[in-house]
T-cell receptor
Framework: QKEVEQDPGPLSVPEGAIVSLNCTYS??????FMWYRQYSRKGPELLMY????GNKEDGRFTAQVDKSSKYISLFIRDSQPSDSATYLC?????????????FGKGTTLSVSS | KAGVTQTPRYLIKTRGQQVTLSCSPI?????VSWYQQTPGQGLQFLFE???????NKGNFPGRFSGRQFSNSRSEMNVSTLELGDSALYLC?????????????FGPGTRLTVL
């Protein structure tokens, strides 16, 4: 079982729809959870950063973390064609050797106008 | 403030050759991490450097190596290239080692091995 699982999609929605993106994970030691957005031929850019369980809202984006279920979500309200991209969940693994981000494989989202 | 820069952006090599990729972190950032991104495996951690020392390493063969210079710039080297090394290589920087600092990614170097 991979440490982080993410449905690759693709996910196609009409403009204005609410989008739900999800990841599950197996390592209960994860404390920091992130969502990155990656446009074609670009590097990932950080969208949301959450520590431990709970919700975090930033404009049209809401990140949720449920540590008891080992499940994280990203909601996009009023989706726009400019939201079309690959969304990657990531979790920070920390140990004596240092830190590393463990990524899901990404979900490709297409928002049509 | 300028972002993370990576050079070259595109590279084509043949099997058996070696390649060196370069990364300049955001000014003031001292930690540099490298990742490999492929369609099959997604984004995978290669290694992290801080203060010119490798602090953490992912599960990649010894053909993958790196170094960091005193100005925090980093290079990654892949020797004896294999077809499976074709990927987008991403560099990410952050201010410090460990902690809650977030990483900022560069645009990547697209390596194609023929």
């Amino acid at each position: 079982q991979k440490e982080v699982e993410q449905d690759p999609g693709p996910l196609s929605v009409p403009e204005g729809a609410i989008v739900s993106l999800n990841c599950t994970y197996s390592n209960s030691a994860f404390q920091y959870f992130m969502w990155y957005r990656q446009y074609s031929r670009k590097g990932p850019e950080l969208l949301m950063y959450t520590y431990s369980s709970g919700n975090k809202e930033d404009g049209r984006f809401t990140a949720q973390v449920d540590k008891s279920s080992k499940y994280i979500s990203l909601f996009i309200r009023d989706s726009q064609p400019s939201d079309s991209a690959t969304y990657l969940c990531a979790m920070k693994r920390e140990n004596q050797a240092g830190t590393a981000l463990i990524f899901g494989k990404g979900t490709t989202l297409s928002v049509s106008s | 403030k300028a972002g993370v820069t990576q050079t070259p952006r595109y590279l084509i090599k043949t099997r058996g050759q070696q390649v060196t990729l370069s990364c300049s972190p955001i000014s003031g950032h001292r930690s540099v991490s490298w990742y490999q991104q492929t369609p099959g495996q997604g984004l995978q951690f290669l290694f992290e450097y801080f203060s010119e020392t490798q602090r953490n390493k992912g599960n990649f063969p010894g053909r993958f190596s790196g170094r960091q210079f005193s100005n925090s710039r980093s290079e990654m080297n892949v020797s004896t290239l294999e077809l499976g090394d074709s990927a987008l290589y991403l560099c990410a920087s952050k201010h410090a080692f460990g902690g809650s600092d977030t990483q900022y990614f560069g645009p990547g170097t697209r390596l194609t091995v023929l």
